[in-house]
């Protein structure tokens, strides 16, 4: 989008001065499951500051960059995971399907980053100059692109409560749920945490809202957010479900991969205090 706005649109012969800014975020976070898990909760929290500058390729056309820090806190819930293994065979030669549950999985993210966003921003020409205290109307803004983040600091926190194993015997049409000798009943769980390693997340970016004039080289952004992440950085570090149907396995306990996709999700309100200077030359009408 950039490569394409910086190739077509023509510079405006009246420069639009270019902004410095200091901006600051909160959002709501939560991970998107792709396929979707039953019984599955997200929730959490993200906040960042960031310094930036705006190139203007004309008085509504413009490239954002900028350098920042933040950080989110996500947790997931999930109700219980079940395992089907078939045609297993018991000490007396009998068929039994084994049922393996793992009951109130949780895991909890939190993570610092520095990020890096790239933008194309679009705004709409006002009538006359800015100024909310004259009652003058202000400009309409949207910003495009990608945001990269570097996680430095990504903890996790994991719980699977207990473990439940039940065996359904075809052959008889019946069950068994009580034999711990046989690894059949409900045992304790584990707890673990960890750090990742440093690791990058790319983010699809959007960004909307009004953008006021409050001075004579001031300008205050305020927006809505929404940013959505292309990769899951702790695809690695996941385990299948399925591969804790014992007591034992417990012991090494990791995250798991419950579905093929995990994206976080962000969105949130951003405030932008935008600093330029006013040409010398001939005023541009867009000021």
Partial sequence: MIFFAMNTLKVSAQKTPHEFSISGGLGFSTFCFQPSVKKAASTGFSADVALGFTGFM????????????????????????????????????????????????????????????????????????????????????????????????????????????????????????????????????????????????????????????IGNTLYLYTGLFYDCGLNDPSKKFRKPFDYYTSPEQLTDLSLLMFSEKINLMTIGIKLRLAFFNIPKVTSCPYH
Avoid: C
């Fill in 58 to 213: 004309s008085p509504q056309w413009g490239v954002h960059l900028g350098l920042g820090w933040g950080l989110y806190n996500v947790k997931t819930k999930i109700n219980n995971l079940t395992t089907v293994i078939p045609d297993m065979v018991d000490k007396n030669n009998y068929l039994f399907n084994l049922h393996s549950t793992l009951n109130n999985y949780e895991e909890v993210h939190k993570t610092m980053f520095l990020y890096a966003p790239v933008m194309l921003q679009f705004q709409t020409k006002p009538k006359a100059t800015m100024h909310w205290r004259k009652g003058q109307k202000a400009s309409f803004y949207t910003m495009a692109g990608a945001k990269v983040l570097l996680l430095f600091d990504n903890k996790y926190d994991l719980n699977v409560e207990s473990l439940t194993n039940a065996a359904y015997y075809p052959e008889f049409d019946n069950w068994a749920a009580t034999q711990i000798f046989a690894g059949l009943s409900t045992f304790d769980g584990n707890r673990v945490n960890g750090v990742f390693k440093i690791n990058v997340l790319a983010m699809f970016a959007f960004e909307t809202g009004i953008k006021w004039r």
